[in-house]
């Protein structure tokens, strides 16, 4: 059974950083591609982040040069690292694979001074 759950969320000061973790189970995040999205309130969820089997990793214009993504094979964890904060990164952050099309239930980021 394939499960993706995500932890970390919470509230950050405008410049500060958080670091979303994304548990998976049922499948091995070494051999699938994995993603960050999110949504903010009245908005469409959006891509933030991906990583690749091969470690490639691509980025949404918004996040890029502020956000990491990546992965820890032993503890079958995807984590997204924030920083540089910005009141508009407010969202819930989701975590996604392709491969299957799994979502996880979201975690809440609050970026609020």
């Known amino acids: 059974q394939v499960q993706l759950v995500e932890t970390g969320g919470g509230l950050a000061q405008p410049g500060g950083s958080l670091r979303l973790s994304c548990a998976a189970s049922?499948?091995?995040?070494?051999?699938?591609?994995m993603a960050w999205y999110r949504q903010a309130p009245g908005k469409e969820r959006e891509f933030v982040a991906q990583i690749t089997p091969g470690l490639s990793t691509i980025y949404a214009d918004s996040v890029k040069g502020r956000f990491a993504i990546s992965r820890d094979n032993d503890k079958n964890t995807v984590y997204l690292q924030m920083n540089r904060l910005k009141l508009e990164d407010a969202a819930v952050y989701y975590c996604y694979t392709p491969a299957g099309g799994f979502w996880g239930q979201g975690t809440q980021v609050t970026v609020s001074s």
């Open positions: 049922g499948f091995s995040v070494r051999t699938a591609s």
